[in-house]
């Protein structure tokens, strides 16, 4: 019975912090062990809850079955920090295959309207894309930019820059007060 409250806990609080719509079939619609689930919101919300829920079924399944080894990180993958944890939930990530450690640097784009959503508040976000994946990132200032799109210069190692453009991508699609569900400003 604990077990379950605490799985309805965290859905109701999916709910709050996505506000997407989250409807769970009842006993009545399983089906070879499998319950019926519908997310509707805008596709942000959408993404973000079903990412979420995602998480808390795997932690279901850990409960019952054993976590993996403790501690240990997947081969060619960023150590988990809330901020890789949160950007996987709204985006897979894909590991470089790419291991020079001759630096690169990379020009990219994302919408104008975007660029506060990377920078978050008193920059925290972009700061921490810059500690998290050990990058010089430069965004294009407001004078700079010419049109839409707002130009980013990300250089470092391949695999670095790699994850830094992930978590750029990743961040467009969080909610708005990611900088505080990320606990990087209080």
């Known amino acids: 019975k604990q077990w379950y409250q605490r799985r309805v806990r965290g859905i109701s609080a999916i709910r709050q912090q996505t506000t997407a719509m989250i409807k769970i079939g009842d006993d009545e619609s399983v089906v070879d062990g499998k319950r019926k689930m ?3 919101g805008t596709m942000k919300e959408v993404m973000w809850a079903f990412n979420a829920v995602k998480r808390l079924i795997k932690e279901a399944e850990e409960e019952i079955r054993g976590p993996g080894v403790p501690g ?3 081969v060619g993958q960023p150590p988990i920090s809330k901020m890789m944890e949160s950007a996987q939930s709204v985006l897979p990530f894909t590991p470089s295959e790419d291991t020079s450690e001759e630096p690169v640097e990379k020009d ?3 919408p104008n309207k975007n660029v506060g959503q990377v920078l978050g508040r ?4 972009i700061s921490e894309i810059r500690n998290t994946s050990n990058c010089k ?3 294009e200032k407001d004078a700079e930019v010419v049109g839409e799109e707002r130009k980013i210069k990300i250089t470092g190692k391949p695999k670095d ?3 830094a ?3 750029i991508s990743a961040v467009q699609m ?5 900088s505080y569900k990320l606990g990087l400003l209080h």
């Not at 969080?174 to 990611?178: E, H, L, W």
């Open 108 to 110: 990219i784009t994302i």
């Open 38 to 40: 519908v997310i509707t």
């Open 165 to 167: 453009e992930y978590l």
């Open 161 to 163: 820059v790699h994850l």
């Open 174 to 178: 969080m909610p708005k007060d990611a």
């Open 137 to 139: 990132i430069i965004i």
């Open 72 to 74: 240990e990180t997947p």
């Open 122 to 125: 008193r920059a925290a976000i």
